[in-house]
């Protein structure tokens, strides 16, 4: 048990939410309690919350049974209104963010190598989760306020637009950490699949490590805007021709796409050594022993990052001002952002403005 997640702990008094009462039932206003503030704790008043297919996914409780009401959200920025005694590297006033973990063991080999999104006991999630030491539900982003563990919080640079960095603690990281993780840098060629809120930002990210980035994309509309965002290159994947124009051309493919989807033209477009990653669709199809063999060709996956990966990111974000493009949306118009969403009707990601909560 962490002291963060003390299960005597008396909690505060309620607070304004949105939440999913039950898979079929669009999300509504809610009032939830957190625990008070312990030694360990830090309180932030969230004011930018980003919207992420899982939040979807889990309020219709399509990744199993979901833990009802549900208050999504695991992108959060905000203001410190208050520390525990212990707290040191954070003060009241900071600018601080908050991403899909708030607890981990914080003992086995991967969280004491700072990769705690790989906790061998499981991390404990923003929302949809059990407080470690406690049976109370885990509480995300969709709401005014969080009390979250301060080894679980980062510090937001002063010099990006808040909005724009909500994503960046989902969409940002995942993407950050296989490209930092399998060393993408000058003289990497890199295909980045899929151009949605993950993919958008791994356009950004490998530009900026110096790779020569191209975009695979099902759709001719969005050519010029991966081009905008950073692409040297954009193929249409459902042209034949135009994917032999590729073959054995890339280092790293990065697989945003969040549905299943053929993975059998990529592995051809990649050089012998290299790595297909997926951090998109968890249901992989095509996956072909040959192609892989027969050029030392790899596929792996990737989750988020651990915290201080998390706040690397940030700070390399601040270094090339980097943030994700976003709509804002009310707290109001949450179901009709997540039919949107699912229609990939939205340029990259919807982030709502807390403020409108609390009108």
């Known amino acids: ?31 939830i ?4 503030v312990g030694p360990h704790d830090i309180q932030i008043e969230i004011l930018y919350s980003g919207v992420c297919h899982s939040d979807v996914h889990q309020a219709r409780s399509e ?10 959200g695991h992108e959060i920025v905000g203001r410190i209104t208050e520390v525990g005694q212990q707290v040191s590297a954070f003060k009241v006033g900071d600018l601080a ?19 705690e999104q790989y906790c061998e006991n499981s991390f404990t ?11 109370e539900p885990t509480h995300g982003g969709y709401s005014t306020q969080i009390v979250v563990n301060d080894k679980f919080v980062v510090s937001i640079p002063d010099n990006l637009d808040l909005k724009g960095v909500a994503p960046l603690l989902c969409a940002g990281i995942t993407t950050y950490s296989p490209l930092r993780h399998w060393k993408i840098g000058s003289g990497h060629k890199v295909a980045v699949v899929g151009l949605g ?14 790779a020569e980035v191209t975009v695979f ?4 509309s969005k050519v010029e805007d991966a081009k905008r965002l950073g692409a040297h290159q954009v193929v249409i994947s459902s042209d034949r021709e135009a994917m032999k124009t590729v073959r054995n051309a890339f280092d790293f493919i990065l697989s945003t796409v969040p549905t299943s989807h053929d993975l059998a033209p990529y592995l051809k477009t990649l050089r012998r050594g290299g790595q297909l990653v997926i951090v998109g669709a968890l249901e992989p199809v095509g996956l072909n022993g040959g192609q892989l063999v027969s050029h030392r060709r790899s596929v792996a996956g990737s989750n988020i990052g651990g915290v201080a990966e998390t706040q690397e990111m940030l700070n390399f974000c601040a ?16 179901n009709t952002a997540y039919e949107r969403m699912l229609k990939n009707d939205v340029k990259y990601r919807f982030v709502i403005d807390m403020a409108s909560l609390k009108s």
């Open 1 to 31: 048990m962490t002291l963060s997640s003390d299960p005597q702990a008396k909690t505060s008094a309620p607070i304004q939410a949105y939440a999913a009462p039950d898979k079929s039932t669009p999300l509504e206003p809610h009032q």
């Open 33 to 36: 309690t957190r625990r008070a």
């Open 63 to 72: 990744w199993g049974p979901s833990i009802y009401p549900l208050v999504p």
């Open 97 to 115: 963010g908050v991403g899909v973990m708030v607890d981990s063991c914080q003992h086995c080999d991967a969280c004491e190598g700072g990769e």
């Open 125 to 135: 999630p923003t929302y949809n989760g059990y407080e470690r030491g406690s049976k």
């Open 197 to 210: 809120g993950l993919g958008h930002m791994g356009i950004k990210f490998a530009r900026a490590l110096g």
């Open 217 to 220: 994309t099902t759709s001719q």
């Open 319 to 334: 270094e090339h001002n980097i943030v994700a493009d976003v709509e804002m949306i009310d707290m109001q118009d949450i």
